[in-house]
């Protein structure tokens, strides 16, 4: 199947009583990692199951950074020997944007995920404090933007375990129907440039659901 120009292959759906699992496998030459798929699964006589929304919803394989197995509510209990996967849009991580610049002090950055602005960058006792401004993908459900791991320009890692979602006082009421505000705290980091891993670089939506058959 190819999304995007980018080309995935359903190896396998596994039909538990809790679950299904639906498993890719990616084409090495992409040139964007797939960390989420927008799809439910639908029965000849159409009834739709959707994909798992709590708990554990994809996992990845260990080799790169794509998920390659997701989770959807299962078809056990019910006589469907053909299904169809549908398939409406998927989130990508483009390779060569793995690790993004950002100069804390004059808050210069490289090309940050569709639709993230960098608002605030503060130096604390503790370490800098860096928001960023995103456009929600579903109202009033958060996403995040920014990985754990972060790098100096020596290459040494680092990490955080934490984020703060909300609005802070960086937003007006209006704003806050559309967007929502990512808060990283960069504990006891005080150098002037950091690169960032991203969550993710853009998100695509098909013109059209692409359909995959199934027995």
Known sequence: VEL???KITIENIEVYPTHMRINISDDEEN??????LD??????????FEPVKEGLTATGDGKGKTMTSYRADSTFFYDA?????????????????EKVYVNLRTKETDPLPEGVELLV?????????????????????????????YYDKEGK???FNSWGH?????????????????ELRLADYHQDE???????SHVWKAENPIVVEIK
């Open 121 to 149: 960058t503060e130096e604390k006792r503790l370490g800098w404090v860096v928001r960023f401004k995103n456009k929600y993908w579903e109202k009033d459900h958060f996403h995040q933007i920014m990985l754990s791991d």
């Open 194 to 200: 950091v690169w960032l891993s991203p969550a993710y």
């Open 39 to 48: 799809f439910y699964v639908k029965t000849a006589w159409g009834k739709k």
């Open 166 to 182: 909300g609005y802070f006082d960086d937003l007006t009421p209006e704003e806050r129907e559309k967007y929502f505000i990512e």
């Open 157 to 159: 890692e680092y990490s």
């Open 4 to 6: 995007e120009g980018q």
């Open 31 to 36: 040139t964007a990692w797939m960390k989420d």
């Open 81 to 97: 020997k053909e299904i169809e996967l549908v398939i409406n849009g998927a989130v990508w991580l483009r390779k060569d944007m």
